[in-house]
């Protein structure tokens, strides 16, 4: 099934594991979905600082198990690339614990994308084999980790 917008529409569960439609945007979804993430960060984070900008990450990341379990459900696939939730998430994530300068943000977005589309061990094994909403939202973790990881390893070595 290739979701509409009207599918979409018909539960807020699949209009939020859909990024606000812009899960719908072809090709590449995952990427909308991960400028969708940087966007709605940029609005959020005006007026959040520091540990703060966690709880939004955190709470998308729970609301996200069920959210893209239920869109999951709805069209029998369940890692359907339309469903970017997780994507939003994880760049929250991401965004929340580098330093905040257009540069870096732009790193780390493609460093996140990067690892969301390469899927390195563990996380192609935890993507083929999760099948749930917290399957899904598990190896965006995964990606999100590796690239702050290697943005830290960057950071050190480069001073």
């Known amino acids: 099934m290739q979701p509409t917008l009207r599918w979409m529409l018909g539960h807020p569960a699949r209009i939020i594991a859909f990024g606000f439609g812009s899960g719908l945007i072809r090709p590449a979804p995952g990427t909308w979905g991960t400028l969708f993430g940087w966007l709605?960060?940029?609005?959020?984070?005006?007026?959040?600082?520091?540990?703060?900008?966690?709880?939004?990450?955190?709470?998308?990341?729970l609301i996200g198990i069920a959210v893209c379990g239920k869109a999951g459900r709805d069209l029998g696939v369940a890692d359907h690339g339309g469903i970017v939730w997780d994507e939003v998430a994880a760049i929250w994530l991401v965004l929340a614990l580098i330093p905040d300068t257009p540069w870096s943000q732009l790193a780390g977005f493609l460093v996140f994308r990067f690892f969301d589309i390469l899927k390195p061990p563990p996380i192609r094994y935890f993507d083929s084999h999760w099948k749930n909403g917290f399957g899904v939202m598990f190896d965006d973790l995964l990606a999100a980790l590796y690239t702050l990881l290697l943005l830290a390893l960057y950071y050190r070595i480069a001073g």
């Open 40 to 61: 709605t960060y940029a609005l959020f984070s005006q007026w959040l600082e520091g540990a703060w900008l966690l709880v939004p990450a955190a709470a998308a990341f």
